[in-house]
């Protein structure tokens, strides 16, 4: 109401559904994808800590079996006799100092040493003499171990372990030591397995780790797999403290960290970037979830043009029917059957009971109006004696020419209550002009023809009879143009005048009057027949030749009257 | 190293001085005992943390650290000929019996197999540089040692098997008895230096003053830890 009342009309029911499912499920999808946003990340963190957890406990093991095993190999290396008779007695000549034979002991060291370097994987191989100084060195790092440098190793917490870092020329190694000793306990030497902890290192721990590594030494960091940014972060915030585990950002994006083994002063890390991580699974769940969204608004789609259906059509239907009731002001044509919903149901059977209610209220006031204009008809008639009766017989005649020519019946009803009704004008005609028994002067004959025009202003006032006005106006019109008020011609002359004109002639003709005797059916017809063309159309009065034989009769004119109003 | 041992040489001269005098032979002697002590300094290796290779049930450390020790007069100019002697350096249990041998120049060792496995015997020391080859049980090789110094002798085929040969030109050494005590007798009387030596400290000294007839008293101490 107020929409038509801004000019504006108001939106398709399918549209109002779809807004408001499609609000629906927007809602929901974005509390979902906040939800899946949210969880992800915070299972991509315990999935990146527990992988880590895992890492580092898989390479506990693999690093306790390397370590193992790089003891193992060394202590197969340190029982090189050569080896060990040649340290041992460099180290005794060393006190006697026999130049040359101490060049060679070192010349078979060395040799010893290289040999043995070339079975084994470690960077350098070193060997420490008993002052804890270099004595010798090889393989590929061997040259970063210079004779004669002391070498400290910074061992791990438990002094029985052989593992552990040796700086030497601002490199750092990781050392595997095993003693070179004698079956009576003496030992001459130690023979360090170096392995450099450099960017090869962090690689190959990464690969084993699988994850990213960076080693801290000393307060330093040595390498890592980290990008060089992340790095230094990672070094400044975690090489005072060591911390065990933990999260930090590093170069903005938000990393877990744990401590894969700490040796001495040493620690090796093991790093995952949570926000990597939970980008695949994040675009993964986005694409779960665009499916999930894609399948809701399909369905949505389909659900609210459904329901807008369900809703819309029993309700276009009914108001189709409304409007096509509304068009032939037929209230008793048939209504949508309904079945669609109850309320639907509800709104048909009370408009049908209102419809009903109203076709009722509309007959009975059709059926008082037509009581009060057949009474008002037949006062009119009751003025003169010679025209009782007039205006009902003219309404059969027209009704039954209105038959022949087969009208609808909603014509035949106006053509009915309008020949009824088609003298009403007369009432405004006096008495002397109406009942003189003696030929009208022009004047009195003037009064007489305004009687059309009264009648029509008379019920003009009635909007129930506006379609009858036409009859009463016009049925004095004529084919030849001569007849009045209006001296319209031929078909300008509605049909429903025409008949009632025609029906008025002939019951004029038959009826008698003051001056006149009533003439029979035959010479009116003849009459009429003698006219048409000029005063009458031919075609009602060729209509009322074919009704008459069943609406009069010489012997029982208002009978046979009777019986046609009745058909 | 000298910081422990000059105490112990002021102690040791002052002994002598009031030593009381006496009827005196042609030479003198000197008498002692060498003690072991704990080690003071040096860093402590670990210990092994890879079992050595086992060795036969053999109480090879039965025999006591001092009978590694050697007692010896330093740089004597000994004008007396040496009488070559065999020793015998036995293999046994995967070992050198004894660990340490101390001879004259000149002498000849036996290293008899007694193992019932290959041996080997060789050397890298610039006193006696040599290879025994490889020999089985029951078998022996001799090696001279003409040259005095500290050999130092290997088995090729077991890393674990070492033994020192000390060669002096002189008589004057004897390897103490498991009490610590020494003699070393018919030493001309002079001013000597005594060394008490062992192959993982190398030696320690003591001042001496043999004279005629007479015992010089010395004490050793030696920095090496006693397995037992």
């Known amino acids: ?304 043009i459904t329901l807008a259906r369900l809703v819309a059509e029993p309700i276009g239907q009914l108001s189709g029917a409304i409007a096509r009731m509304a068009a032939t002001r037929d209230v008793t044509l048939p209504l949508p059957s309904g079945g669609s919903s109850r309320e639907v149901d509800a709104l048909i059977e009370t408009f049908s009971a209102l419809m009903a209610s109203l076709a009722q209220a509309e007959a009975e006031t059709e059926a008082a109006y037509t009581g009060a204009i057949r009474a008002l008809a037949a006062a009119l008639d009751a003025r003169d004696p010679y025209t009782a009766g007039h205006s009902e017989r003219v309404s059969v005649l027209s009704v039954a020419i209105g038959r022949r020519l087969s009208l609808p019946p909603g014509d035949l009803e106006v053509l009915r209550l309008g020949a009824l009704l088609h003298d009403i004008g007369k009432i405004g005609v006096p008495d002397d002009v109406l009942r003189k028994p003696g030929p009208l002067t022009d004047e009195e004959f003037d009064t007489i023809k305004q009687h059309p025009v009264l009648g029509a202003r008379i019920l003009r006032s009635v909007p129930f009879l506006a379609r009858h006005i036409v009859i009463v106006e016009l049925h004095h019109e004529r084919p030849d143009g001569r007849g009045y008020p209006n001296g319209l011609r031929g078909n300008e002359i509605p049909l429903a005048a025409r008949i009632v004109h025609v029906a008025d002639a002939y019951d004029a003709i038959t009826s008698a009057r003051a001056y006149r005797r009533a003439r029979p059916s035959g010479d009116a017809l003849r009459e009429l027949w003698r006219c048409a063309g000029t005063e009458f159309h031919a075609e009602i009065v060729g209509a009322l030749a074919t009704a008459l034989p069943g609406v009069t009769s010489d012997s029982a004119h208002a009978h046979a009257l009777e019986s046609v109003s009745h058909a | 190293m000298r910081r422990t041992a000059s105490p112990l040489v002021t102690l040791l001269a002052l002994i002598l001085i009031a030593a009381p005098g006496g009827q005196a032979p042609e030479t003198g002697s000197v008498t002692g005992r060498v003690k072991l002590t704990t080690r003071l300094r040096g860093t402590a290796l670990p210990s092994t943390a890879y079992p050595t290779r086992a060795i036969g049930t053999h109480d090879n450390q039965a025999i006591s650290e001092i009978r590694n020790v050697v007692v010896y007069l ?150 090496v830890e006693d397995p037992k």
């Open chain 2, 74 to 223: 330093k740089d004597v100019a000994y004008r007396g000929a040496l009488a070559p002697t065999t020793a015998e350096l036995r293999q046994e249990h995967e070992t050198f019996l004894p660990h340490v041998l101390a001879v004259t120049r000149g002498s000849t060792v036996d290293f008899p197999n007694d193992d019932p496995i290959f041996h080997n015997v060789f050397s890298l020391s610039s006193a006696a540089s040599f290879d025994l080859r490889r020999y089985p049980r029951g078998q022996s090789r001799s090696w001279q040692f003409p040259k005095a110094g500290i050999v130092k002798i290997y088995c090729h085929i077991h890393s674990h098997m070492s033994a020192t040969i000390l060669v002096l030109d002189h008589p004057y050494f004897i390897i103490p008895q498991t009490d610590g005590a020494f003699e070393l007798p018919n030493i001309p009387p002079g001013e000597y230096t005594v060394v008490g030596w062992h192959e993982r400290v190398g030696e320690r000294r003591a001042s001496v003053r043999v004279e005629r007839g007479r015992a010089a008293s010395v004490e050793l101490s030696l920095p």
């Open chain 1, 1 to 304: 109401m107020t929409a038509m009342l801004s000019g504006r009309r108001p939106p398709r029911l399918v549209v109002k559904t779809l807004a408001v499912t499609f609000m629906t499920v927007f809602v929901l999808l974005a509390v979902v994808f906040v939800v899946v946003t949210f969880s992800v990340r915070e299972q991509v963190r315990q999935a990146v800590t527990t992988s880590l957890e895992s890492s580092q406990r898989m390479f506990a093991a693999l690093e306790a079996r390397r370590q193992r095993e790089l003891v193992a190999q060394a202590g197969t290396l340190a029982e090189n006799p050569t080896l060990k008779a040649a340290l041992d007695t460099y180290q005794t000549e060393a006190r006697t100092g026999n130049s040359a034979v101490k060049a060679q002991l070192l010349a078979t060291i060395d040799s010893e040493l290289t040999k043995v370097a070339a079975r084994v994987e470690a960077d350098a191989i070193v060997l420490v003499d008993m002052r804890q100084n270099t004595l010798a060195a090889a393989g590929r790092l061997g040259d970063r171990w210079p004779r004669g440098q002391p070498v400290a190793l910074a061992a791990d917490r438990d002094g029985g372990s052989f593992d552990g870092i040796a700086r030497t020329n601002n490199e750092t190694f990781r050392v595997v030591a095993v003693p070179l000793d004698f079956s009576d306990g003496t030992t001459v030497g130690m023979l360090y397995l170096a392995t450099s902890l450099d960017a090869n290192y962090a690689q190959e721990l990464a690969q084993l780790a699988g994850t990213r590594t960076a080693i801290i030494s000393d307060g330093l960091l040595l390498a890592s797999t980290l990008a060089p940014e992340a790095a230094r972060e990672f070094e400044a915030a975690v090489a005072a403290t060591r911390p065990a585990e933990g999260t930090m950002s590093l170069a903005g994006e938000s990393h877990a960290y744990r401590r894969l083994v700490a040796v001495g002063d040493t620690v090796f890390y093991a790093l995952g970037s949570i926000d990597e991580s939970s980008l695949s699974a994040m675009r993964q769940s986005m694409r779960n979830l665009a499916f999930i969204a894609i399948g809701a608004i399909v369905l949505a789609l389909v659900g609210s």
